[in-house]
């Protein structure tokens, strides 16, 4: 299963298509289950520049059954992206270590 995402800390706000295995805690049972107003953590390889690699903050804005399908739902209608409502969040429920989203 593929995910449509929005990088959050990302300039040029493009969605990108990347398979559910790259977001961390996320295992979806169908393409309906997920929230997107809650912010994920995704694994990013860059093509370009290794030392951009790593885990960072998405959006999930829909889910299909194949990358192929994805892509085509992308352009088969206009994403909403929905904002997430700021507040402080845990990571891996350490209370020392906040995250804003």
Known sequence: MYAVVRFLD??????????????EKFDPKDTSDYDNRFVYSAYWRDPVDDTNTGLYNTQVLMLAESEDDARAKMRAKRLVIPKIPMQETTSDDDPDELVES
């Open 10 to 23: 990302d300039h040029d706000k493009r969605l990108h298509v990347i398979h559910v295995h790259d977001i």
